[in-house]
């Protein structure tokens, strides 16, 4: 078991360019959360899906991120136009049994 | 509405000393509990839950958390600490259900002194 897989580990891109991350949940687990993680406000809740299904998005901010699930074996989070703002390590979990399993996080800088 | 309190920001302790890491939870239902710790420039690694029964729940590494009810806390502890548990440590809150997000504390920066 690989745990959860994010790439890539680290992705720099310019001001206004578009960033894709990409996440492999554990097999078998039927939830995927992203979660953004910054010093200034911690760990914030951006969307999670449930059998591939979008069920909550509230996190996520509706101009530039969108995040889909195109099979279970793998969710991707899309910035489009990003912003020094969005810098940030992005967390991709996975979810079985009521327990959380983290990857390493894909930390986006944007200069 | 639920929330979690980690009281301390910033927690410096020399190795072989004992720990204990403060969490208060609020919770309108049920609530899932756990520890996860954070090493740098890693992902979050559960070190232990609690859903019920024992209020005393033991995890990786030698640590284990208590559950109080009466204090709605669920304070993290180990006897005997080493340098390599330097990490952030967040206390984590669940509602029971399957879909439930979760709230997170802020965070607790452990570090010890070898």
């Known amino acids: 078991n690989a745990g959860v897989i994010q790439t890539p580990r680290h992705k720099v891109t310019g001001k206004g360019q578009e960033a894709t991350l990409w996440c492999e949940p554990i097999s078998g687990h039927s939830a995927v959360f992203w979660y953004r993680q910054t010093i200034v406000q911690g760990l914030e809740f951006l969307t999670y899906f449930r059998n591939q299904a979008p069920i909550d998005d509230s996190g996520m901010p509706k101009e530039r991120f969108s995040a889909q699930m195109p099979n279970q074996s793998h969710s991707t989070l899309k910035i489009q136009s990003t912003q020094p703002q969005d810098s940030a390590v992005y967390l991709c979990?996975?979810?079985?049994?009521?327990?959380?399993?983290f990857g390493a996080g894909t930390r986006l800088s944007v200069l | 509405a639920q929330s979690v309190t980690q009281p301390d920001a910033r927690v410096t302790v020399s190795e072989g000393a004992s720990l204990q890491l403060r969490c208060k939870y609020s919770?309108?239902?049920?609530?899932?509990l756990f520890w996860y710790v954070q090493y740098p420039r890693q992902g979050l690694q559960l070190l232990l839950k609690?859903?019920?029964?024992?209020?005393v729940v033991q995890g990786v590494n030698g640590f284990e958390a208590e559950f109080s009810k009466s204090n709605s806390s669920f304070h993290l502890r180990k006897a005997s600490v080493h340098w390599s548990d330097s990490a952030v440590y967040f206390c984590?809150?669940?509602?029971?259900?399957?879909?439930?997000?979760?709230?997170f504390g802020g965070g607790t920066r452990l570090t010890v002194r070898p």
């Open positions: 984590v809150l669940s509602g029971n259900n399957a879909g439930a997000k979760l709230t």
């Open positions: 609690y859903y019920s029964g024992d209020p």
């Open positions: 919770s309108s239902g049920t609530p899932y």
């Open positions: 979990a996975s979810k079985s049994q009521n327990t959380l399993y």
